[in-house]
């Protein structure tokens, strides 16, 4: 039974991993972008930023399309191998769990811009836009692989601690109004408020679980478990299937975030800049559901595990772990935070402005992990019409990051692309991969561009 048990986790979590990969494939950049000033969506990341641009207007669907994935386990090749004789693929969690990492995390980031409008009022640059977003989190600790993928059996006697398992989903349209404005001749603060409008979301409130196993008898073990579990839901599917009108139309799940920045010229040769962003919740009133534990500890005998002539064992699983571990189910009014980020950034102008050399911190901080990153950069504008930048940026547990962005801009048009990590075209063997696009319709200020005119 504890084999039968074994063997369907393992497919559960295969159909998990692929399905995770598959979103990656589509790219973000999260750190390329800041300090790009020939693309107005930096200002994403820092509300200060302000382009050369008099108008901005974003194809629709396509002003700003970014998804990324970051995975610390390792690379798809390192947890799906191809067995041998064939070219078939097998989930294989051993590298995973020999790596001994004491916690791993899965990031998926997609962010597509709906509608996006910019115009500069003076000296200041306001902008408007309806933006999709979609964040998935999880925190896996090494214990959870070694369950999943050896089951309890082997860990006879010590106990397997999953206290650090944390999934965390949203699903959102965001509502986004923004002002970049100077203050002084030194100083630009930038301002974006939003209103977001919820789809679903999974907000893992508590999870102090910890499993043990004894051997009872030669065929029977005896599971003791400290539980005390707590995860907020919300749009997902029921029993009753998907309703995507249903879905698409919830106005009653609404959360309020901003984003603040702050752009400071010491000399023209160096600026200094500063970040936060994500800073507030969603509030889900709508198609929510709560599963709570009722007690804190268990004691049951694996013979309680029964799967036999069960037609669908997935369900089976749930339905038995649910009765084992006594959680209830209810719908109640709750809020989810969003991840905050900060960001510091340096930057070293030459004496024509055409090159800049700069440094970038980012940190994203999560329920008990913060995520720091650090990138160099370099960009150059050629021309009015085309300018580049390369980075590298250092991650924990992926320290070789390599990125490239590029913008075009032939009047009225501009289109952008970049990546935090051009390897990624190797995507099965990276830990991050991600690339991202734009499209706008462009109107330079002239008064901006005067002083490049001499250059091109």
Known sequence: MLHYLKNRLKEIFSILIFSLFFISAQGQGNYILYGFRDVQQGNYLNPAFTSKAKIVIGFPGLSNLDVSYFNTAGTFSDIVTTQNGNDSLKLDLS????????????????????????????????????????????FLPNDFFKLVWNGNSPYVGPPLDLKATIVNEDHFIDYHLG???????????????????????????????????????????????????????????????FDAGTYLNSFKNLGFTFDLGIDFEVTKQLKFSASLLDFGSISFKENTKTYKSKVDNLHFNSDQIDFANNDDPAKAIGDTLKEIFNISDFSQNYKSKLPVRVMFGGEYYSKDQRNRASILFSGRFYPGYFEPAVSLAFDRTISKHFSFKVSYTYIKYDPINVGLAFALNVKPFQFYMYTDNILGASWNKQRLVQVGFGLNIRIPDKKKLKTDSSND
């Open 179 to 241: 002002a970049s404005i100077p203050v002084s001749k030194a100083v630009t603060v930038g301002l974006r408020v939003h209103i977001l409008q919820g789809f679903s979301n999974i907000h893992t409130v508590n999870n102090l679980l910890q499993v043990t196993t004894l051997n009872s008898s030669q065929q029977n073990f005896d599971i003791v478990a400290s539980t005390d579990v707590e995860v907020n839901t919300a749009g997902l599917p029921d029993s009753t299937g």
């Open 95 to 138: 590298k995973v769990i020999s790596q001994a990492h004491p916690v791993d995390h899965v990031n998926v980031s997609v962010n597509q811009d709906l509608l996006y409008v910019g115009v500069r009022v003076g000296q200041s640059f306001l902008s408007f836009g309806v933006k999709q977003r979609f964040l998935f989190r999880a």
